[in-house]
């Protein structure tokens, strides 16, 4: 561990002076390692590791990037892996807490709607008629409407946090309505 961090280290300083070659060879000599850790930070935050190409891509332009605010008098390694943990950490938040589940797992266990169970436009009409007038509104723009959150939070004025919002509990007081006997 300690030989490859100083060769980085070398190699980051020989590309900051300006040679090319180096710095190709320090990119091609981070990437595998960037790829293993970043495949193992999805994982054990419980997320799909599909993405993690995408990350490692993100971390190796911010290296790219912010190259010259790296003190050359230190070791690079800590350094990089500063910016590798940001970006993994970044890319999670932008996932939310989500837990994916690949529904083919499922797909023998999922049964279909009974011709008893979907509901007609009408009661669809009449369950959205007794929403909010902002929560309608969210509701038949999506839903209905198929329009994406930032069209509807330019439709109807609002940000799309707000459209979020109003979307979410609108489908929890459905959800409720539709519970009840």
């Not at 010259?68 to 690079?76: E, G, K, L, N, S």
Request: hydrophobic share 45%; net charge positive.
């Amino acid at each position: 561990m300690r030989g490859r961090d100083e060769e980085w280290t070398g190699l980051m300083r020989a590309a900051n002076a300006g040679d090319a070659a180096a710095y190709r060879r320090l990119l091609e000599a981070v990437t595998p390692v960037l790829r293993a850790a970043t495949y193992r930070g999805l994982a054990r935050a419980g997320q799909p590791v599909d993405q993690s190409e995408d990350i490692v891509q993100e971390i190796l332009l911010a290296v790219h990037l912010k190259r010259q605010t790296w003190d050359a008098t230190a070791p690079f390694a800590p350094w990089l892996f500063a910016i590798a943990r940001n970006k993994l950490i970044d890319a999670l938040r932008r996932r939310g807490r989500r837990v994916f589940v690949n529904i083919d797992d499922f797909s023998e266990t999922i049964a279909a709607p009974a011709a008893g169970d979907t509901l007609s436009p009408g009661e669809v009409a009449s369950h959205l008629d007794g929403l909010p007038q902002r929560q309608r509104d969210v509701l038949r723009s999506i839903a209905v409407e198929s329009a994406s959150i930032k069209e509807t939070a330019t439709r109807l004025a609002m940000t799309e946090g707000a459209v979020r919002v109003a979307l979410h509990r609108g489908l929890a007081s459905l959800a409720a309505k539709l519970r009840e006997p």
